[in-house]
């Protein structure tokens, strides 16, 4: 639809302009009703995945249950500020499809949303998630605190060793500090909860990731 789908990053001339004030999105969670934008509970943390096309990956979050507060759908990671969903696809932007997750560490661990960010796509992939190709679909894991980067760290080297005993590649995902997200237009939150015969052409590699079967993060990290 878009024309040639670009895989390197674009430089800061090459970058679109994007606008000052923030799209519209939705005010609520189509599916349970809290705040998108907020405020949260004061308890809750956040996380933030890029796993290819946006709308799968955020069902995989939301799904996790109640140690899920909300979920949403934005772009980040790139250089156009405000981006509309039609500049991402340019591959101008610089920006990755992302999910938020605001979560409840009581109820869910950190570990759990890793093991769901693994497990439900292929990280080794590069700029691409099967038939989806660009910048916007590469893997990444964007960081909000030192103890979620070293957990990232630790369960990416995990997830290496059992991905080489089942010969995939290399594994391709950035893990950098969370940069600013930009919540994607009102139609694509929640979009398979609103469209349930969707596509979303999201799958992984059927190799698990260890992490919650006893394998200790700072064991990893260390070998």
């Not at 189509?30 to 096309?53: D, I, R, T, W």
């Not at 099967?130 to 630790?154: L, M």
């Not at 590649?169 to 500090?177: F, L, Q, S």
């Not at 930009?182 to 596509?199: S, T």
């Amino acid at each position: 639809m878009f024309g040639f789908k670009k895989i390197a990053m674009p430089s800061a001339t090459e970058a679109l302009p994007g606008r000052s004030n923030p799209i519209r999105t939705a005010t609520e969670h189509f599916v349970n009703h809290h705040p998108l934008k907020g405020p949260y509970p004061e308890s809750s943390q956040k996380a933030m995945f890029g796993l290819g096309c946006f709308w799968g990956a955020e069902k995989a979050f939301w799904q996790l249950g109640d140690g899920v507060y909300v979920t949403a759908v934005g772009y980040a990671g790139g250089l156009t500020p405000n981006p509309l969903y039609e500049e991402v696809c340019t591959g101008r932007t610089g920006h990755n499809e992302v999910v938020l997750v605001v979560y409840d560490p009581k109820n869910i661990s950190y570990e759990t949303l890793l093991k769901t960010f693994w497990e439900g796509h292929d990280p080794t992939q590069g700029m691409r998630q099967g038939a989806d190709v660009g910048t916007q679909y590469r893997s990444g894991i964007y960081t909000f605190t030192p103890e979620q980067k070293a957990a990232a760290e630790a369960s990416k080297a995990m997830y290496q060793k059992e991905l080489d005993k089942n010969r995939y590649g290399a594994i391709t995902t950035e893990i950098v500090d969370a940069p600013e997200f930009y919540f994607a237009e009102d139609y694509h939150q929640q979009y398979l909860a609103k469209n349930p015969f969707g596509y979303c052409g999201h799958g992984g590699t059927g190799v698990s990731c260890p992490i919650g079967t006893g394998a200790k993060l700072s064991q990893a990290a260390g070998a």
